[in-house]
């Protein structure tokens, strides 16, 4: 048949249509499949009888090495909180694979009992990593499961919390506005900070007011305040969370009152 060919009392190999005497022998030869665990057949048809010479390719190695894998991060998790990833099943290996996963977390095959002791997976069965998330806010944990040799990491990050207050802050009179100086807070609350605001406010009966800025600042110049009145100032800070705590406040300053601040113009 068409893939094989014979060869009689050892001489050379053919696959054209020919005769045999009797008492001449008679071998046949094909070439065996490509892929793994795989039957090929070449028929051999002597005066209308056939006969099958068929062969089978040796089954696949043990392959314990899955395709790359990866968990799903999650972002914005409680604090210190057990935490479960997506399930996953593994891809690309044929036999029993070792798994393993990093300090501080453990895994569960086929939803079964999370644990933290090296195993064995097989092919088809399922996967899921579990942790604990951080005790702070802003915070990222991460732990690696292993299979095969081949890692995915399940990271988590802890929801953010608010800023700290800005500290060393400090007040200057101009003409009717104070420039309040500052210094960023110690803690962002694990979210990048988007912008301050300053207050100030009068001890004696004056207008109070207020001014923000964008993330970059170290200053904010407050105006619409009242002349002659004294004034002390606080900053707080704003990110994702929401606005933070203000900060203590500024040394007491007291603007110009409108006589002399007339009198400077005219003197000028």
């Keep these: 048949s068409a893939g094989g060919s014979y060869s009689i009392n050892g001489g050379a190999f053919t696959s054209a249509p020919g005769t045999i005497?009797?008492?001449?022998?008679?071998a046949v030869r094909q070439t065996s499949a490509t892929v793994f665990s795989t039957t090929s057949t070449a028929t051999l048809t002597i005066g209308g009888v056939a006969g099958n010479f068929a062969v089978t390719t040796q089954a696949a190695p043990p392959d314990t090495t899955p395709n790359p894998f990866g968990f799903t991060a999650q972002n914005g998790v409680a604090v210190n909180t057990v935490v479960t990833?997506?399930?996953?099943?593994?891809?690309?290996?044929n036999a029993a694979a070792p798994i393993s996963v990093s300090a501080g977390g453990s895994y569960s095959i086929n939803g079964g009992a999370f644990t933290s002791a090296p195993g064995s997976i097989s092919p088809g069965q399922s996967a899921a990593v579990r942790l604990?998330?951080?005790?702070g806010n802003g915070v990222q944990t991460c732990a690696t499961l292993v299979i095969g040799g081949v890692a995915a990491n399940f990271c988590v990050t802890?929801?953010?919390?608010?800023?700290?207050?800005?500290?060393?802050?400090?007040?200057?009179?101009?003409?009717?506005?104070?420039t309040v100086a500052f210094s960023a807070p110690a803690g962002n609350g694990g979210a990048a900070i988007?912008?301050?605001a300053a207050g100030c406010a009068s001890t004696n009966g004056g207008v109070s007011n207020s001014n923000t800025s964008g993330a970059g600042a170290t200053a904010i110049q407050v105006g619409g305040l009242s002349a002659g009145k004294t004034y002390t100032c606080t900053v707080a800070a704003t990110n994702a969370a929401g606005t933070g705590p203000a900060s203590l406040a500024s040394n007491s300053v007291t603007l110009l009152p409108v006589a002399p601040l007339l009198n400077l113009l005219l003197d000028d």
């Design 132 to 135: 604990t998330s951080a005790a």
């Design 21 to 26: 005497s009797p008492g001449q022998t008679v």
């Design 85 to 93: 990833s997506n399930t996953l099943t593994p891809g690309g290996y």
């Design 158 to 178: 802890t929801v953010a919390g608010l800023p700290g207050a800005p500290t060393a802050v400090s007040a200057k009179a101009g003409m009717a506005a104070i």
């Design 194 to 196: 988007t912008s301050y």
